[in-house]
């Protein structure tokens, strides 16, 4: 059976991905990659002929995906895909030559890059697109938790603090200082972090 466009996975879904970065030195490759991305969902395309000015833009803004279309004019793309890989979430596909396929999949494989081989198969790339979101939604889960335990750990830490100044200025105990701020919380209607901060800037400065 002929496949068509109609069982393009991302026609109904989108790319679940807002901003997607490509890099490509050749006019054709960005048309490539923008004629599939922009039917499939409303995101945001940033499109740079070279490493050298996707490093820059990288350093003011976020991207969730970016896909580098190797050679470059300034470099081969692998170092590149590597830098961006390794910092933040971002996903990264890098699309190479067939006959560097095997050795840039090996070499990138270890840091999270999806490797594709030229000619594109578009099939084949919507499948490398599905693959970069599954995991772009699994590292974001991951980072939001991890971001969320950073706050209560602080949260604690802060509380704390104000707890231990309570009982050792005002002759509280324990109990009676965790009661006062979870009180003062109540009837400000505010946070207990956000009480102990108030103590904390009253005692401390």
């Not at 999270?112 to 979101?133: D, E, H, M, Q």
């Not at 939001?144 to 802060?158: F, G, P, V």
């Not at 009982?167 to 324990?174: A, P, R, Y």
């Amino acid at each position: 059976m002929k496949m068509t466009d109609s069982l393009n996975p991302w026609q109904k879904g989108g790319t679940g991905m807002e901003n997607i970065m490509i890099v490509s030195s050749s006019e054709k490759g960005t048309t490539f990659f923008s004629d599939i991305l922009t039917p499939m969902s409303a995101c945001q395309i940033t499109a740079v002929k070279s490493c050298g000015e996707a490093r820059r833009i990288l350093m003011d803004r976020d991207f969730d995906l970016v896909i580098v279309d190797s050679p470059l004019r300034d470099e081969t793309g692998e170092s590149f895909a590597r830098h961006v890989a390794s910092n933040g979430i971002t996903q990264v596909i890098l699309v190479v030559k067939k006959e560097l396929y095997e050795e840039m999949a090996s070499a990138c494989e270890r840091d999270g890059i999806l490797t594709v081989a030229k000619p594109i198969n578009k099939y084949v790339f919507w499948s490398a697109l599905s693959l970069a979101r599954a995991a772009h939604n699994r590292i974001k889960k991951v980072h939001s938790e991890n971001t969320q335990l950073k706050q209560k750990i602080e949260d604690i830490r802060i509380v704390d603090r104000a707890k231990c100044l309570l009982i050792s200025l005002l002759g509280m105990s324990e109990k009676e200082a965790h009661r006062y701020l979870e009180k003062q919380a109540m009837d400000m209607r505010i946070t207990k972090r956000e009480v102990a901060e108030r103590i904390l800037n009253t005692y401390e400065n």
